[in-house]
């Protein structure tokens, strides 16, 4: 839909760490049983991500689907296909136990890079975040500061936030305000 | 007098001289001074006032445990209240001021307390509630507040920013003693990873000062090697002024960083507050030494022996020219003999021993220092400042033998283990006998969730006072520290260290032993709030037998310092009292922050615009931009109304009401809450969270219903749309969303776990926009793009479709009695569709009401409202909603509760409209007064009012309100009371709570 905004309007601050709107992004909520085999056929099939261990991600081309809990799943694609694919979702689990709902409009994605990202995030969630415990392609639900979060290490320079969009500018700004913060020495 | 001796200090950078202020006056100290040896070296004794008697105090320590030396620091945004001048570190520009005294420190009109000091004994505070009440509010309370408080409150915003961090580690030390660098060494060494932090600038602790030998080397050699190769550990961090605040659960600790505390740039964090979360906790953190209770221990000039040796070793500061040492162990003469190395005269050393044959003593007695044992001070001689000690048998009742003359009095009553951060989680302490203190009993140590131990106490805090045996402690306990993170411990050996040896301490709580009322009336044991040996004595005798009571009745230890001095002292005259064994009387409580901790480093980031988060719907901009007038939902701005230029806000309200009746208005309705229940037993769920049916709704429909607690009592209410054949869509309420959301979530986990029910908390998907009144199916036919006729929508039906190009889903439900569509559309859309209905409405006079507007126009329609007419007490059938709940079902959550005796008490209030006869606005919250008095002399109550407004509609006030018997009483007129204190009532009449279109025909066209 060509009058959907983000909700942080391509919001940037730069510094050591850039702090910034990732945009508009497909994101489907998809609970089930994640051992069934109608659950990991339909993450396969019409996603090409197979189901991720638990803290875990795959990655499929522009399509992600995160560990939320034991029986959720997030799925992250190109906002204009999410509609498309809540509805193919639904289908291939049409019969089992499921729920499958749209939630890119809902959440806002924030995108943190730069070597230091680590520290940015020490300063703002009680999650363990060092490299040892926290490597690329780990999921992490948590929160930052006073606001639920989730976080995803992309890279060793790349972080993806998830917050709730009512509170995706407070998100934008104590990320901002922590990536200022003097070297913490910690990574 | 206290002045800078020529030579020494090992602290001190001579060569760099600092300048600051003391109450006004520019005084200048030396790089690596506190503001404490800075004062002394200036020969600024008195520091400070006491809090109930205002006497004149001197610092007595040299560390955290300060209670005297409290200091008002910086100005204007900087100033700080209650400051340790014995932590604070001297920087150029340093700003303070002594507190708590009248019109000067040297010159105080409170001293007068202590002229009647027996006027104000343990209890006086409690003593005053008993009094008569004329008394508490004309005599005491004047007096207290008069002559009560420290330091000043700040008044300026605090020009600083503080910030938190989380780290996660192995091993946290607390304590950068020799202990605690061992305790780091053996951690580091066994691969585990390590966080050592030392609460003040300088790595050691005691040692340099106390000397000591390790590995063949000196204390302060072998502390720069151990720096050194913790340093080159890439699996160490090391942290000075940093504090080990407080121990909890799980491994996790509150450590509080001070970063620019000791800097004249203030730029940057001031505190940071870090959250550790630590596999296991290892507590280095000492030990303090205590004051000896003699009469007039309180002079300025008394201090406690190891401080008098830290002023002299590390900052070249005299205590004065002669002072005298009075003991019960070997330690202290380690004092006499620092003092006699820096030229300075010890006339004496009172042993209250019956011998002192140690190598300590040998060594004093060899240096010319004139050894008395079995003695004590009777008496500390001066007014303002020591000038003489009056000697006394330790075993006698206090007869003066001798008087000498001296400047400075150097006490030691024997150590006690720093056991705050062991204890803060349940770490128990046994009593050792032989050293008088409390030690950590290793037994019974704080346990984590698999019950062991996740804390180890190491070194001198473990009750090893002797250096060979606290590194030897220290050491093992950081290997075991190691192992518990799971590590295998090092196999390298232990650093060795050799001590003198000390002969055994001899206890002494009192001096003399056989003291008189007299002198017990001037032995202090918590200099800070002025508790002595008599007011502990009186309590016990007053019955006062826990030592918790004992503690609130006297305020011991409850100062800024929380008793480090005065604990156990206080403890061992409580248990002479009782004729009670020290360890029977037991401590009083250890609650952390081991000191105290900034507010600003509490707060963090959580300040101005990030003090909270501010929920904000797909529409605030808009809000925002045009004349919302804010009110808090929950975490959530919602307008209240929209003020045009020059409007007044009631005048607002009233206009958005009327367009709304007369033609059209617009609601963000965004922050209700939306929940997707979904399954094969998602209607039997509903059915037991709601007290109506809502699975026998058609799929299409839309059903208002309400939610109880377990106890009967209504706790939210909303409309469910049935989506399909195993799918649900709940609205809750805004406030009510997380939380009804969490309540389903919390039965669907923990009760019925075996129902196929999956919840999604979808809130924040959708913009939702009300769009309200006579003209509504008019605006969204030019909208364009679905049928919202009556016949295809009909009123409590729901339909997809498209609007002006958007995907929407169309609620034909209203909260306002007129035609209405709740248009719910993609959060990312939601402006641009609110664009568009401002646009088409134009021709109608579009009008966007905000939440007052809401709740007029439902209380018009008697509708309720959770948390108006509902307050957690109330039940639906309290509110005439007895439709709403089923008789068919066999069960819903809260049907139990709603059967018991109270709740089908006939004389609960109920819910009726209220109309004053003078059609003013009834008082929000006022009662129904009836007649005579109830058993507690109040009035007599028969209802209250819920709701209060203006009706613009009906052009009189309207209210809603829970009466006895109330439905039963229509057209009765009873009296509000009025609530501006004048003892008026208000006549208003029982009316049925709809006040506007009984009928219901205007939402149904």
């Given at each position: 839909m060509?009058?959907a905004?983000s909700v ?14 990732a945009g508009l992004c497909g994101m489907i909520v998809l609970r089930g049983d994640l051992s069934s085999p109608a659950f990991k056929a339909a993450c396969t099939e019409i996603l090409g991500a197979g189901v991720p261990e638990a803290l875990g991600s795959t990655v499929a081309g522009d399509r992600a689907v995160l560990w939320m809990s034991t029986d959720e799943v997030l799925v992250l694609a190109p906002f204009a296909e999410a509609s498309a694919l809540t509805a193919s979702l639904a289908e291939a689990l049409e019969g089992t136990h499921h729920l499958v709902a749209d939630v890119s409009d809902a959440r806002a994605v924030l ?16 999650a ?9 392609g780990m999921v992490r639900r948590t929160r930052l500061?006073?606001s639920a979060a989730a976080i995803r ?7 993806e936030v998830y917050c709730f969009r009512s509170v995706a500018?407070?998100v ?16 | ?612 988060p501010?929920r904000?719907t797909p ?15 929950g975490a959530w ?32 309705a965004s922050t209700l809450g939306k929940i997707l229940v979904k399954g094969p037993d998602a209607g039997r769920f509903l059915d037991m969270l709601y007290t109506n049916m809502m699975s026998s709704l058609a799929i299409g429909k839309c059903r208002y219903g309400l939610m109880c607690s377990e106890?009967?009592?209504?706790m939210d209410d909303g409309v469910v749309a049935r989506l399909s054949d195993d799918a649900f869509l709940c609205h809750t309420t805004t406030g009510g969303a997380d939380r009804i959301h969490a309540h389903m979530e919390e039965w669907l986990q923990t009760e019925w776990w075996d129902w196929k029910v999956y919840t999604a908390n979808l809130t924040e998907q959708y913009a939702q926009i ?16 679905m ?6 929508l009909?009123?409590m039906a729901w339909a997809d479709g498209a609007?002006?190009?958007h995907a929407v889903r169309v609620f034909r439900i ?8 709740e248009v719910a559309v993609k959060a990312n859309e939601g402006?641009?569709l ?32 959770i ?19 089923s008789?068919?079902k066999?069960d819903y959550i809260g ?111």
């Open positions: 060509s009058d905004v942080l309007l391509g919001a940037r601050v730069d510094g050591p760490v850039t702090v910034e709107d995108r943190l890079t730069g070597g230091a990202l680590r520290e940015t995030l020490a300063r703002l969630t009680p363990d975040v060092a490299p040892a415990s926290f490597p690329p500061a006073q290490m992309v890279s060793d320079n790349e972080a500018r407070y934008m700004d104590i990320l901002a305000n922590a990536a200022q913060g003097r070297p913490l020495g910690l990574f | 007098m206290t002045t800078r001796l020529a030579t020494g200090g090992r602290l001190l950078d001579r060569g760099r001289s600092v300048s600051f202020t003391f109450n006004g006056k520019r005084l200048s100290g030396v790089e690596g001074d506190t503001l404490a040896s800075a004062l002394l070296a200036n020969g600024q004794m008195l520091m400070g006032r006491s809090f109930k008697y205002h006497r004149p105090r001197g610092v007595v320590a040299s560390g955290a445990e300060e209670p005297n030396a409290l200091m008002n620091l910086g100005s204007g945004g900087r100033f700080e209240p209650n400051q340790r001048a014995t932590t604070q570190e001297l920087f150029d520009g340093l700003e303070a001021a002594s507190q708590n005294h009248w019109p000067s420190l040297e010159f105080d009109i409170g001293a007068v307390n202590s002229h009647v000091s027996r006027f104000l004994p343990a209890g006086f505070y409690y003593k005053t509630f008993m009094a008569p009440r004329p008394a508490w509010k004309h005599v005491f309370e004047p007096f207290i507040r008069q002559s009560a408080g420290l330091g000043r409150a700040p008044k300026e915003r605090d020009a600083d920013v503080y910030e938190h961090a989380y780290l996660h580690v192995d091993v946290l030390v607390v304590g950068g003693g020799v202990a605690g660098l061992t305790a780091a060494r053996a951690g580091g060494l066994s691969g585990a990873s390590v966080l050592l932090v030392e609460q003040t600038g300088h790595w050691g602790g005691r040692a340099p000062v106390d000397g000591a030998e390790i590995d063949g080397q000196g204390a302060e050699d072998w502390i720069a090697s151990a720096v050194t190769e913790l340093e080159a550990m890439p699996n160490v961090r090391l942290q000075t002024r940093t504090m080990g605040a407080g121990v909890y659960d799980h491994g996790y600790a509150l450590v509080y960083e001070r970063l620019t505390d000791h800097l004249s740039d203030k730029t940057g964090p001031r505190h940071r507050l870090w959250k550790i979360r630590a596999r296991h906790i290892v507590t280095a953190t000492g030990a303090i030494e205590r004051p000896l209770s003699f009469a007039a221990n309180d002079l300025p000039g008394v201090m406690l022996a190891s401080a008098v040796r830290d002023y002299v070793v590390n900052y070249g500061v005299s205590p004065g020219d002669r002072t005298v040492v009075v003991t019960n162990n070997d330690d202290a003469y380690r004092t006499a003999l620092a003092l006699k190395e820096a030229g300075l005269e010890v006339p004496a050393i009172l042993d209250a021993r019956l011998e002192a044959t140690g190598a300590l003593p040998e060594a004093a007695r060899a240096a010319g220092i004139r050894v008395l044992t079995g003695r004590g001070i009777a008496k500390v001689k001066g007014r303002r400042a020591v000038e003489g000690v009056a000697i006394c048998a330790q075993a006698g009742e206090g007869a003066v033998l001798e008087e000498i003359k001296c400047d400075a009095v150097a006490m030691s009553g024997g150590w006690s283990p720093v056991v705050h951060l062991w204890s803060h989680c349940g770490g128990k302490l046994n009593w050792d006998d032989a050293g008088a203190f409390f030690r950590p009993d290793p037994s019974r140590a704080p346990t984590g969730a698999d019950g062991t131990a996740f804390v180890t106490v190491a070194g001198t805090a473990n009750g090893h006072l002797l250096t060979a045996e606290a590194i030897a402690d220290a050491h093992e306990a950081g290997k075991a520290a190691a192992k518990a993170a799971g590590h295998t411990a090092t196999r390298k050996a232990a650093p060795k260290a050799t001590s003198e040896v000390e002969a055994p301490m001899a206890p002494v709580w009192m001096m003399p032993q056989g003291a008189g009322a007299a002198l017990r009336q001037k032995m202090w044991l918590d200099y800070q709030n002025d508790v002595k040996v008599s007011d502990v004595q009186l309590a016990a005798r007053e019955g006062f037998e826990s030592v918790e009571h004992t503690k609130r009745y006297t305020t011991l230890g409850m100062a800024t310092d929380q008793g480090k001095l005065s604990n156990i002292n206080g403890l061992a005259i409580l248990a002479g009292s009782l004729n009670a064994a020290i360890p029977q009387v037991g401590t009083t409580t250890f609650r952390p922050p081991y000191t105290p901790i900034s507010m600003g480093a509490i707060a963090g980031e959580a300040r101005g615009e990030l003090f909270q501010l904000r529409l605030h901009d808009w809000h925002e931009a045009n004349g919302a007038v804010w009110e808090p939902v701005r919602r307008p209240y109304t929209y003020r045009k230029p020059g409007e007044a806000t009631e005048d607002a309200v009233a206009r958005e009401i009327t367009a709304t009746r007369a033609s059209l208005g617009l609601l963000d106890n009967g009592f209504l009300a769009v309200v009144g006579p003209n509504a199916r008019k605006v969204l036919d030019k909208l364009g793009g049928d919202v006729s009556k016949e295809t009909p009123f609007l002006a190009g209203s909260f306002s009695g007129e035609l209405s569509f402006r641009a609110w664009d568009k209905l401002l646009d088409a409405g134009a021709e109608f006079g579009a009008t966007p009401y905000g939440t007052e507007g809401l709740h007029v126009l439902r209380a018009e329609k008697g509708f309720i409202m948390g108006d007419e509902t307050d957690g007490t109330v039940i639906p059938q309290d509110l005439g909603l007895g439709w709403a709940i008789k068919k066999d049907k139990r509760a709603q059967e018991r005796s109270h709740m089908t008490d006939p004389a609960r209030w109920k819910l009726v409209g209220l109309e004053t006869v003078d059609g003013t606005v009834l008082p929000d919250g006022a009662y129904a007064v009836g007649d005579g008095v109830n058993e507690n002399g109040q009035r007599v109550t028969q209802g209250r009012v819920t709701s209060t407004y203006y009706s613009p509609t009906l052009a009189r006030g309207i209210a809603m309100g829970l009466v006895l018997d109330g439905p039963d009483r229509m057209g009765e007129v009873i009296d509000f009371a009025s609530l501006d204190g004048t003892g008026t009532v208000v006549k208003t009449k029982i009316v049925d709570p709809v006040f506007f279109d009984k009928a219901g025909e205007k939402q149904n066209v």
